[in-house]
């Protein structure tokens, strides 16, 4: 099976700190998954390192088996809103998911499919205003 997302023995230092210590998962193709934590455990490194904003000390971060440089349109394979960056608190989660379509060239249909997909069609209409500790989180209220 191909795996979407392959966490590998993933390592992560930081100054002297061990910021990821052999963190492994799979995440199937098809399955909404909660990726959960206290504030510090490793969560957005984690991502950013898969995404390609940072690099791992050791260990790999693959997306349908390549790492995220190697994908030939990385915007219409994986989507992600880190930390509420660029979201306008005035906005909704809707609004702000078409202009991040809109700026990778995908129908404003694709917002709406997805919605749906991941269970959160009702939810869209909010306000998309990050955490008070939106730094440290990946939800928002």
Do not use: C, Q
Request: aromatic content about 4%; proline content about 4%.
């Amino acid at each position: 099976m191909l795996w979407l997302l392959t966490i590998n023995n993933l390592v992560k230092h930081r100054g002297t700190g061990e910021i990821l210590s052999g963190i492994s998962f799979k995440v199937r193709p098809g399955r909404v998954t909660g990726f959960l934590g206290s504030n510090g455990a490793g969560k957005s490194s984690t991502l950013r390192i898969l995404l390609g904003l940072d690099r791992a000390t050791s260990g790999s971060a693959l997306i349908k088996g390549k790492p995220f440089a190697e994908l030939h349109n990385p915007l219409t394979t994986v989507g992600a809103a880190l930390d509420g960056f660029g979201a306008h608190r005035m906005r909704t989660g809707r609004a702000h998911l078409r202009w991040i379509a809109r700026a990778a060239g995908l129908p404003r249909s694709r917002v709406e499919e997805v919605l749906e997909i991941v269970g959160l069609t009702n939810a869209a209409g909010k306000r998309a205003r990050p955490t008070r500790n939106s730094l440290d989180s990946d939800i928002f209220t």
